[in-house]
């Protein structure tokens, strides 16, 4: 029903930039929420960003706060994650999910990930 497609991944030196973006198959209205998670080799995954639908409602982990900036875009179907002053921990595969429940529940839709190096 829901595909998930991320981009935008690559490598960057620290303290640059890199924008993802994810773009969905069907239009989310109503009670959706969006985010974004990463993976690191040999780390479990974590939450980075999420927005719901509905509002301007917005969470971030607090290693990426005030580096990243997650935005929606309903008619272009797309969300998308701007990364600022990157950093070598930032090297993941990030992928992009959505739920229908609420936004710190078990997300049920999952991109196929986009990788993101940050070297020195």
């Known amino acids: 029903q829901v595909q998930l497609v991320e981009s935008g991944g690559g490598s960057a030196q620290a303290g640059g930039s890199l924008a993802l973006s994810c773009t969905h198959s069907?239009?989310?209205?109503?009670?959706?929420?969006v985010a974004w998670f990463r993976q690191a080799t040999g780390k479990e995954r974590e939450g980075v960003a999420r927005i719901g639908i509905s509002g301007p409602n917005t969470w971030y982990a607090d290693s990426v706060k005030g580096r990243f900036t997650i935005s929606h875009d309903g008619d272009k179907r797309a969300l998308y994650l701007q990364m600022n002053n990157l950093k070598p921990e930032d090297t993941a595969m990030y992928y992009c999910a959505a739920t229908i429940e609420d936004c710190f529940s078990v997300y049920k839709w999952w991109g196929q990930g986009t990788p993101v190096t940050v070297s020195l």
């Open positions: 069907v239009a989310f209205v109503g009670n959706w929420c």
